[in-house]
Structures are given as C-alpha cells and as structure tokens.
C-alpha cells in the first residue's frame, strides 16, 4: 500500500513538472508579438502623401544570398538622376527593432543605378538605395526601416517629412507589412546635417552712390563651393576717379574673368582746366585726359567657374571687387567696381537666396 501511494506521489510530481514546462513554454509562445501585433502598434501613424512625401519613395523586399534586401526608389527627377545626392540620403537611411525603435541595427546601405535601354541603346539611368540586412547579424524578428526626411529649407521640389515602413524579417522570406510608409511624426529624431539639392540663386541690389537699378545676380553650386554665375547689373552705374584705389593690380582685358554684358554702354566725362582764360581739356602727366566721372549702363558677367574658399567670395582684381560670405539664407558683404582710373565707393550689400529662401539673421541686415 506505501508503494502503491508512493508510486501516485512520483507521477503526480512528474505530471507536475511536465505541466509547468508546457504552460511555461505557451506563456512565452505567447509573449512573441507577432505581424498583426506590430502593425497595431504602429496604427496610429498615418499614411505618407503627395504632399508629404515630395521624394515619391517607395520600396520592394527581396532575397540577397538568403539575406533581405530592401531597394528603395524615388520618383521625384531632382533625386533620382543625381547619384551623389542619393548617397547623401543613403545616410538618412536606418534600421530599428520594430519592438523597440530606438535600438538600431547594423545593416550595409548602398546606391543602386537601373539603366534604361531602348533597342539597345542607353535612354537614361536612374539611382536608388539598397539597404542589405545579414540574417546572421540582425534577429529581429520584424524591422523598422526609418527616413529621417528632407527638410523645406533643402528643397522645396524634394521635401519629403520623417517617415518609415515595416518589415517581417525572415531571410528569404522576408516581406513588408506596410505597403505604403508611414509618417514618422515624433518617432524619432532627424539628426542629420542639412544640404542644398540643386544650384542656388542669390541676389539683391548693391546701394551704389548714384547709381541706378545696380544688383548682383549669383548662382551657386549646391555645395555652395562654386560660383557657377556671376552678374553685375545696372541702369546707370557712377563711378569717379576719387573712389579709385590705385595700389590696386589692373589686369589685362586677357587675364579678366568678366566681359561686359550685351549691349552695355559707357560714357565719360572728362575733367578741364583753364589755360590762358580758356577752359581745355585736363590732362595727367603722362599726357592722358583726365576722366571726371563715368557711366555704364549694362554691367560685367564672369566667363569661368569661380571656386568659393571657407564660404568667402573674395575678388581683389578689377573690375569687380568684392569680399562676400555665403550663408545658406544669404550672402552678405561688401561690393565695388573699378575701371578706367574710375571706381565706386566700397558699400556693404545682402544677396537673398531666391531659390530656397530663408529666414536672413537680424545682425547681418542691419549693418
């Protein structure tokens, strides 16, 4: 009877045992979110839109040497044909554990080109990122593919909002779960550093004493390292031998990188003296008529690239003078002109940027 008893106890203690190992092993069968899990977290987050998303993004999951591998496109022709500014947006790219997105994951993310071919011959070719994920290295079970955005004040035409999309990763298998990316709103944070996508307009009037209608017109690279246009415009420009510096190298019409616009006219006026009651024209002591004032109407243009240098525009040869630094709202500084014994006073000048324009700082337009 005692073994009989004994026997139930052991049984009783090994059903015990099996049991609590069953309900242990549901309870964290049960703890695994699964796809539908993750997308009700994520309900809230609106759907992007055209208004939201001018980038055009949009993605395809697909199996890279049994690892997924997520190719992103974009719509927008200011991105899609320039492969330098998709590698500066290749590092707005990231991936997070869907569970918890602040944890970031490693993965490889690259530009890839498509090439368009028309009866074998090459019509256009067009960029996108790639983003590989090691099956080996990330096992997250569902992923969180992030864009931290393109900001208003880098380009009006691309200005896309923080946004992501959704992921089940499973190596081969892998698939999205959202079709179409959400709007990030307060996710997370974009921390990268803001660039222009294409070439900057600036310009502005120049307060020349006298003058009329004087303005630059500048265009700039988007990295803002060159000067790809440089105009110098007016209705009547002013200048008088006082406002010459004649320390100043004069360089040969050979050497100058400006030539007159189109249609461009000067007139002088020459100074005069008395001679035995008589005024006659003044005349310097290398036997040259003394210029008392000149005007032109027209201006000068640059005929080459000029390169900028720590965000400065410094031109010391005639006729155009000029020390201007380059912001991203503006560029700011000081104008003259010299030519033929003439020049204008230096005057203190901001050139807006037209193309993207911004807020300028209160300190630099009250100077």
Not at 103 to 110: D, N, Q, T
Not at 131 to 147: E, N, Q, T, W, Y
Not at 223 to 247: G, H, R
Not at 249 to 255: C, G, H, M
Request: proline residues 4%; hydrophobic residues 40%.
């Amino acid at each position: 009877m005692k073994n009989v008893t004994l026997e139930h106890r052991k049984s009783f203690v090994r059903n015990m045992v099996t049991a609590g190992i069953v309900s242990l092993c549901l309870i964290m069968v049960g703890c695994k979110p699964s796809a539908k899990d993750i997308l009700k977290k994520y309900d809230t987050y609106g759907e992007t839109g055209t208004d939201t998303d001018k980038a055009g993004i949009s993605f395809t999951v697909q199996a890279f040497a049994d690892n997924p591998m997520i190719s992103i496109t974009y719509s927008c022709p200011l991105l899609n044909t320039s492969e330098d500014l998709i590698w500066k947006l290749s590092e707005r790219w990231f991936v997070a554990d869907a569970e918890n997105p602040t944890v970031k994951l490693p993965v490889k993310i690259g530009v890839a080109s498509i090439s368009k071919t028309v009866n074998d011959s090459l019509q256009s070719i067009t960029y996108g990122n790639t983003i590989l994920i090691k099956a080996d290295s990330v096992k997250s079970p569902f992923l969180l593919i992030g864009f931290e955005g393109i900001s208003s004040t880098e380009s009006k035409e691309a200005e896309t909002l923080p946004l992501f999309f959704l992921v089940e990763n499973n190596k081969a298998d892998s698939k999205a779960l959202t079709s179409v990316p959400r709007l990030a709103g307060e996710l997370f944070a974009a921390g990268y550093k803001p660039v222009f996508f294409s070439e900057q307009e600036y310009s502005g009037e120049i307060p020349f004493e006298k003058s009329k209608n004087a303005a630059l017109h500048l265009t700039l690279s988007a990295d803002l390292k060159k000067v790809v246009k440089f105009k110098l415009s007016a209705d009547n420009l002013y200048l008088t031998p006082e406002n010459l510096d004649k320390q100043r190298k004069n360089l040969s019409k050979q050497e100058s990188i400006f030539k007159y616009l189109e249609n461009s006219t000067m007139s002088l006026d020459f100074a005069t003296t008395k001679v035995n009651g008589y005024n006659v024209q003044a005349v310097d002591a290398s036997g040259n008529y003394v210029i008392s004032k000149l005007q032109l109407v027209g201006g000068f243009e640059a005929t080459s690239l000029i390169e900028t240098i720590d965000n400065k525009i410094k031109l010391d040869d005639r006729p155009v003078i000029c020390d201007l630094t380059i912001t991203n709202a503006c560029i700011y500084g000081t104008v003259k002109v010299e030519m033929d014994d003439c020049g204008t006073k230096s005057v203190y000048a901001v050139f807006k940027n037209t193309t993207t324009p911004q807020e300028i700082p209160e300190n630099i337009l009250d100077k």
